[in-house]
């Protein structure tokens, strides 16, 4: 027993097993990154711009992505999407592309993420990343979203993303205003 007490007293005197004046450096800047996403994700006067949320930077993805899935309020959620389309990255843009995807998700998150999306990933990919939001049955607000995305960001295969789901669910597909934005684009010179 007594050559274990010698020993950590040895450790210590060395400064073994203690926190050196980096580590507690880094444990300080976490816990403020953590603090200012918390501040960041909560009811706040004004919104937080993509500019803020980049200046968290990477270390922050997984804080968002944590509060993407485990945050009770989907407000919150929808800001953790806002968070991450904002700073970008692989790991950023498979969180938002699945919160896009997830029907459990409430609408709020979803409209979020699907945004999120027509940020982080090319023009010409986002048809077939958004394509089965807008297959989807029962959910109108969120291929409106989709489609507005696409008629915005997709180019001519976004609208014409639009136009098969258009047709495909006929009168009840809710697509009006995008079909009418794709009429348009193409008309203008």
Do not use: F, K, N
């Amino acid at each position: 027993m007594r050559s274990v007490v010698v020993v950590a007293a040895l450790a210590l005197a060395a400064g073994e097993g203690t926190a050196g004046p980096a580590t507690a450096r880094a444990a300080d800047g976490d816990e403020e990154l953590r603090a200012r996403v918390r501040a960041y994700l909560g009811p706040i006067e004004e919104p937080v711009g993509p500019e803020r949320w980049r200046d968290l930077g990477a270390a922050a993805v997984p804080m968002l992505e944590a509060a993407l899935l485990e945050e009770p309020l989907p407000s919150r959620r929808a800001r953790a999407v806002a968070g991450l389309a904002a700073i970008g990255g692989a790991r950023a843009q498979a969180a938002v592309l699945s919160a896009a995807r997830d029907e459990a998700q409430p609408v709020s998150v979803r409209a979020a993420a699907i945004r999120g999306v027509a940020r982080l990933a090319p023009p010409d990919d986002l048809p077939a990343l958004l394509r089965p939001v807008l297959q989807e049955a029962g959910a109108p607000r969120l291929r409106a979203v989709a489609a507005d995305v696409l008629v915005r960001h997709g180019g001519d295969e976004g609208c014409a993303a639009v136009r098969a789901a258009d047709a495909a669910r006929g009168e009840r597909s809710g697509l009006a205003a995008a079909i009418a934005a794709c009429d348009r684009r193409r008309r203008s010179p």
